[in-house]
């Protein structure tokens, strides 16, 4: 309770650490305690941290009448995602890259460097696996069944679908965790159905 009074009456934080100037202005100004004294949208637009790097409207008109040429042309949803790349590649080539650093490049250390090398591999290597087979051929209908027969008895199946959903999110970030947990179950499935067990016995 007593650090919702101590609040108002501390002064707002700043920013600290390797970050550009331009940024730690902007933070503050944001950060301003007396609504008189903050900027209001407009003017923040106007701040050096976004002018810097903002490029003039006429270009999102430009960028707009492409699109819609590129839709007329009978281009959309069923074209595939490699062409899609190829054009955003040649884009890449032809503009600039937007980006807004807030932390100055010469800050960052071997150390860090490092770890952002290996994370960016850790998210390629993932990409690049396959997902579950199993999850459409297998676990996806079985949901579906579970779902139809607990509605026939009246039933919610709330519950069945927030699984589902953990399977789902579970192989969106693990490509081939489903086939992997099902080969698993298999196997202990078939361990204790040849010792002559129902079910695994508890640890």
């Known amino acids: 309770m007593r650090v919702l ?55 999102l008109s430009e960028l707009i009448d492409r699109y819609r040429r590129w839709k007329s042309e009978g281009h959309g ?22 980006t807004f650093p807030t ?3 010469s800050s960052m250390n071997k150390l860090q460097k490092g770890y952002t090398h290996t994370d960016t591999e850790s998210a390629d290597s993932v990409k690049r696996q396959p997902k579950s087979q199993c999850l459409s051929a297998l676990v996806t209908p079985i949901f579906k069944e579970l779902k139809e027969r607990r509605r026939a008895a009246g039933g919610g ?18 490509p ?9 179950m298999m196997e202990r499935v078939c ?13």
């Open 157 to 174: 199946v709330g519950a069945i679908e927030e699984l589902e959903n953990a399977f789902n999110l579970a192989e969106e970030s693990c």
């Open 77 to 98: 949803e069923e074209s595939s995602s490699d062409d899609s790349d190829m054009d955003a590649d040649g884009d890449d080539n032809q503009c600039p890259i937007w």
């Open 5 to 59: 009074f101590l609040i108002p009456k501390n002064p707002p934080p700043t920013l600290e650490g390797a970050y550009s100037k331009p940024f730690k202005d902007f933070v503050e100004a944001c950060l301003n305690k007396d609504p008189r004294f903050r900027p209001t949208a407009k003017e923040l637009v106007k701040h050096k941290f976004i002018t810097r790097y903002t490029k003039k409207t006429a270009y």
């Open 176 to 184: 081939g965790i489903s086939d992997r947990l099902v080969t698993h």
């Open 103 to 105: 932390v100055r490049p």
């Open 191 to 203: 361990r204790f159905s040849l010792n002559g067990n129902t079910t695994p016995s508890s640890r």
